[in-house]
């Protein structure tokens, strides 16, 4: 079992910048993937970005390309998501989850563990 825990959300004015990160710990492993998903009130939850083990391949959300960045430090098992401009409807809280297969994937299916979710609020 791999426990996920995330960090630095938090209330932001529009066009701003926050910087998640999400530790692992528990039964790690370098050869999983990672992905960070959001779910706003009354919607389902939606992927925003993945990074595959080596940090090689990523993927986004059209609706934050250009805006966020994904990025790991495999030496400290965490993975960020920095984002910039952002946008009111970029409010959700924000999801950590990691998959025991080296590739990216867009759907939360696929993916094993979940951390607790950190809120993040963007006002206009």
């Known amino acids: 079992q791999v426990q996920l825990v995330e960090s630095g959300g938090g209330l932001v004015q529009a066009g701003g910048s926050l910087r998640l990160s999400c530790a692992a710990s528990?039964?790690?492993?370098?050869?999983?993937?990672m992905a960070w998903f959001r779910q706003a009130p009354g919607k389902e939850r939606e992927f925003v970005a993945a990074?595959?083990?080596?940090?090689?391949?990523?993927g986004y959300a059209d609706s934050v390309k250009g805006r966020f960045t994904i990025s790991r430090d495999n030496a400290r098992n965490t993975v960020y998501l920095q984002m910039n401009s952002l946008k009111p409807e970029d409010t959700a809280v924000y999801y950590c989850?990691?998959?025991?297969?080296?590739?990216?994937?867009?759907?939360?299916?696929?993916?094993?563990?979940w951390g607790q979710g950190t809120q993040v609020t963007v006002s206009s």
């Open positions: 528990g039964r790690t492993s370098r050869n999983s993937a």
């Open positions: 990074i595959s083990q080596s940090g090689g391949t990523t």
């Open positions: 989850a990691v998959r025991l297969n080296s590739g990216i994937a867009t759907r939360s299916g696929s993916y094993d563990n």
